[in-house]
């Protein structure tokens, strides 16, 4: 039987990407990888030139439902992600979200909120976590939270138990502070396999983000949606690129 989705899928020529950031901030320290960093500036023109352009800059949700329920959207779409829940987000990229009115999704790492980044043996003492107070307000004002572990754990390299705990209890520690729902879960360091899959999936979580660099038209299923990369090394040209 010819699957009608599949047919749509094929036959769509939009896309949907889904960028991911991490901090984005006004001075890269020594001690930040310019790779999880994004200079204001740099933000800012990204953020006019999306709002210049005839890309839709949807919600997580809208975007899924398009590409798993709908077929297929109806134009180019970007979603707007940021990993780890970096502090700067509410100081920098939030207001500046706001005045172009795009929706975004953030992952915070439940372990650290509060605190400094400090994981995988290192702490980086120039990396501070939203606090419970900041996420709450971000939330209260549409900022959708999803789920990035307790400790910001590479999962396909921790014992089977520790695993199943660090996806479970950081659900249920944000859900317990936000009061809502948390549906979304994003892979730390990308790394995931079909087992990992399976536990988000028993979790509770609707969906999963990878950090495979495609375009999310390109998912292989709803856990395992693909993500583009903003570095601090892009330009407007690289990240025109990345878009389409
Ligand atoms: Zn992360």
Redesign the pocket.
């Known amino acids: 039987m010819i699957d009608t989705l599949e047919v749509k899928k094929q036959q769509s020529s939009y896309r949907t990407t889904i960028l991911l950031y991490h901090q984005i901030g006004e001075t890269l320290h020594n001690s930040v990888n310019p790779d999880c960093f994004c200079r204001k500036e740099k933000f800012c023109q990204q953020m006019e030139y999306l709002k210049s352009s005839s890309i839709e800059v949807v919600s997580l949700d809208r975007a899924i439902t398009a590409l798993f329920s709908e077929g297929q959207p109806q134009r180019n779409q970007v979603v707007l992600t940021f ?2 829940g970096c502090g700067s987000f509410y100081d920098v990229a939030h207001p500046i979200l706001e005045k172009c009115g795009f929706p975004a999704t953030i ?1 915070p ?1 439940v372990g650290s909120l509060g605190q400094v980044a400090n994981w995988g043996g290192k702490v980086y003492p120039h990396l501070k976590i939203l606090d419970q107070k900041k996420l709450i307000a971000l939330s209260n004002n549409g900022v959708e939270i999803g789920g ?1 572990t307790v400790n ?1 754990v590479k999962l396909d390299q921790v014992p089977k138990t520790d695993a199943v705990q660090e996806i479970k209890n950081c659900k249920v520690e944000l859900e317990q502070i936000l009061n809502k729902e948390v549906t979304t879960f ?1 892979f ?2 990308g790394k995931y396999n079909s087992t990992i899959i399976e536990m988000v999936k028993r979790a509770g979580f609707k969906n999963a983000l990878t950090c495979e660099s495609n375009y999310a038209n390109n998912a292989s299923s709803v856990f395992e949606i693909p993500r583009r990369y903003i570095t601090n090394y892009d330009d407007l040209r690289s990240f025109e690129k990345k878009l389409l």
Do not use: G, R, S, W
């Open positions: 990993d780890d992952y790492v990035h910001h994003a730390p360091h």
